[in-house]
């Protein structure tokens, strides 16, 4: 909910937003009927106009919050750490260090806000004349990337 206020939203706008989601529950309807009703501990409703605004608010903050320190990577004059396409992000750096770091911090960061990285979906790919692998450790499991 602090993320709601630092946005702008107002206490009666995020009182409605925490009902909807902290107070939700799912039936699964079967061939023999419906299933107890359980509870839902996080996340965002699917299907939910408002998930996706959401979900961007809270990636934005945590991606501000773990990268703000990094940003050697320029693209027309611009400083650019970090690519999001809907619950992707690509991660930008120069050297295998750096990247490792920011992986790293947006490991650590997202733990705080409840989020996790799943290493078996993460992948990492160079882009460069030099024929080197890359070799990033998220969560304990190495990763190669092939030379692009």
């Known amino acids: 909910m602090q993320i709601l206020k630092g946005n702008g939203i107002n206490c009666r ?15 699964v309807l079967l061939n023999r009927g419906e299933t107890r009703s359980v509870k839902i501990g996080r996340g965002v409703r699917q299907g939910c106009c408002l998930s996706p605004v959401l979900f961007n608010l809270y990636s934005e903050c945590l991606t501000k919050k773990a990268l703000e320190w990094f940003g050697d990577f320029k693209i027309g004059g611009h400083i650019i750490h970090i690519v999001k396409y809907a619950d992707d992000l690509l991660l930008l750096a120069k050297e295998e260090n750096v990247l490792q770091k920011m992986t790293d911090k947006l490991i650590e960061i997202g733990r705080c806000y409840g989020i996790e990285m799943n290493p078996e979906k993460t992948k990492v790919m160079r882009i460069s004349r030099q024929p080197f692998p890359v070799k990033i450790m998220t969560e304990k499991k190495r990763k190669e990337c092939g030379i692009f």
């Open 13 to 27: 706008e995020s009182s409605l937003i925490s009902n909807l989601y902290m107070v939700q529950s799912v039936r």
